[in-house]
């Protein structure tokens, strides 16, 4: 056999490949009494498995073409369905030829940059963000500016540094419960957004994988960003709707840049599966499942976010400081007297408990005391398990 | 509302996006009565709906877990199964570590573009070469140089150019009944190919989605370019073999190189369908299913070949110049007038009989008295129509 003898070097965005040091930590203490608070993956007892199962058996009886080819752009009756349910959030017509279907709403993240980020361009985000944004921005080589967009001094901040000739391509945002500081964007910040971005000329991309997902009326009636601007791209899933495996995310976006993104969209992987988007097609026309679903759900993640919530304050007291989030997954905290989180996990581990450190969620000056705390997919037994079990976890170290 | 009163520009790549006029006019063109001799698709009557419809109900009746998030690297147990079946194959152990899982073959393409590909880079591609391959290698604004690589002097052709100087980053080949040549390289060439990527320090891309569906035992055993050099990323997938819509594709690769794509499989779009992933490993591991699917494909694609290319020459004689592939879909046709196959086209469609062009198939210098017949998808009555059609639109453009 030939040998190699001279490796082609590698591109230079390789540089920017994170490495995932947590990623290996948390697959080494996946042991069977781990208080799980780690992944921020929905409750399999969400799901709707007897559901899938009816609705497999229904399209594959009638013949194989399900298995096919599908168009590039997506099946054009969940485009529909989606161009419905997308008009009536944003109160004008969404047309199902404005709708991008993506392998995940990560898949939507990577072409939004293939279509709009070019070696240092300015991508702003927010303090913390989501790590998965991070991670595909860092491969486009931007300038990466981090503002607390959610806070309260945050939109104020973003204004002064554009007073100062910031010229950002986008902004990215994650306005409800977002992943992982749990704020939500008020009505006013939302406006104010959409202010900011008409002016200047950005676009802003709004990540919204919770929004079906939050616990009051009054949260739930928010305007979504794209309802207040056309310079927004839209981003939702079903996979905390419905199931990740489906691995169908969406967008929509302005006039213009919906046929550049298809066109990234068939280079990267000529389509999605058209048997997934059927069965999610078959899923959520089913009178009342969709619904039933979420009211479900939002029960569920809100009886979880109480009971880890009342086991930290009752073990941990003023030790572990957080804001109650409104919906979602998460619980962002940060350890007053300054803990490295990274520290404790490795502690917290040998005590069973795990989550993730926050010093990933930062683009940059991270706050290494802080962490994330997912109430998502732990059972209400383990999550009441939590408290004690930090808590002997930081004495080890912070007694 | 806010307006967007000026656009965020397009990233730079979006300037290789080429236009698919082609695709418009197909779609405009599928009318019911058409022979559907432009899509590259597999036949349905191939695909084992029934046998789906099983695995998932079996699945599913032991819990949802299998609709969650899975693993960015994919599913542990269907990677054993693909490193057996590559270790077989190559003839040298191949770990489940070492296969990359993506979203089709075509993720695969983009996910080495990002791992190999720096603007300027050479990428060596075939002569014609397949399109979707062209498409996405253009994003990566390489320099792509074209050299009829299956043909008898190609490589004479190849080894001249890199006496000249010329220092290609990778090379892209399908080996077996190439998309759209439909040629298959000779184990001479196979050597010495992977002797020429040995000296010269160039990564060998083999795209391999029709080498399982080969009509002759002879074919059947040429080496894989795997076999006889390190520098080779293998591709494979589901897509030919179950069916399209798993959107599976995998590939092997050199060490060093596997750890760089799983990250960016990960940045992409954080990992394949674990539902699907459960269903293809399902189908594989059910006794004797999958040869006997291959069987059957073989025997079903070589009679469509056979059937179209005896209407082809008992209606236009030498007026359409081909070779007989010894495998796949493809038919790859030349006018020997001259004829550009693009006006062809647009008078074919009025018979009722649609191919592609050849043009849309060359990285550079289009042959335009070329096209790509697909036999794979069309039913014997209508490969039968097809001679007549073509010749009564060629009689009316160059009679």
């Not at 990577?110 to 985000?125: Q, T």
Request: charged residues 20%; negative net charge; proline residues 6%.
């Amino acid at each position: 056999m030939s040998t190699f003898v001279s490796a082609p070097a590698l591109a230079q965005r390789t540089n920017s490949l994170a490495a995932s040091a947590i990623g290996s930590i948390l697959r080494l203490a996946d042991s069977a009494d781990m208080v799980a608070l780690a992944a921020g993956s929905p409750a399999p007892e969400t799901f709707c498995a007897t559901e899938v199962a009816e609705v497999v058996a229904e399209l594959l009886a009638s013949g194989p073409h399900s298995l096919q080819y599908g168009d590039t752009e997506g099946l054009w009756s969940l485009r529909e369905w989606i161009a419905a349910e997308q008009t009536a959030l944003v109160g004008r017509q969404v047309s199902p030829d404005g709708i991008v279907m993506a392998h995940g709403s990560q898949q939507a993240l990577d072409l939004i940059c293939k279509a709009l980020i070019d070696p240092g361009d300015v991508i702003v985000v927010d303090r913390p963000s989501y790590i998965g944004a991070l991670q595909v921005f860092q491969l486009y080589q931007p300038e990466l500016v981090s503002v607390p967009i959610a806070s309260d001094e945050g939109l104020d901040q973003l204004q002064s540094l554009m007073d100062g000739g910031l010229r950002p391509k986008m902004l990215y945002i994650v306005p409800n419960f977002a992943n992982p500081s749990g704020l939500t964007l008020s009505r006013g910040q939302r406006e104010k957004l959409a202010d900011l971005a008409a002016r200047h000329g950005f676009a802003i991309v709004e990540d919204d994988p919770y929004g079906k997902l939050g616990f009051t009326d009054e949260v739930s009636r928010l305007p979504a960003l794209a309802a207040l601007s056309d310079a927004v791209i839209r981003i939702e899933s079903f996979s905390k709707s419905l199931f990740p495996a489906a691995r169908l995310g969406y967008m929509t976006a302005p006039q213009g840049l919906v046929d550049v993104l298809q066109k990234f969209k068939q280079a990267a992987d000529l389509g999605n599966s058209q048997f997934v988007e059927r069965i999610v097609h078959g899923l959520v026309t089913r009178p009342g499942l969709l619904d039933g679903l979420l009211v479900r759900s939002r029960a569920l993640y809100s009886d979880r976010r109480d009971t880890l919530i009342s086991s930290l304050r009752g073990h941990l007291g003023d030790r572990l400081r957080f804001a109650t989030p409104d919906g979602g997954f998460f619980l962002w905290a940060g350890l007053p007297d300054g803990t490295d989180a990274t520290r404790l996990l490795t502690e917290a581990l040998t005590s069973d408990v795990s989550f993730v450190p926050g010093a990933g969620f930062f683009a940059d000056h991270p706050d290494v005391a802080t962490l994330r705390l997912s109430y998502s997919c732990a059972s209400p037994e383990r999550l009441t398990a939590a408290g004690p079990r930090l808590a002997a976890a930081l004495d080890r170290i912070a007694p």
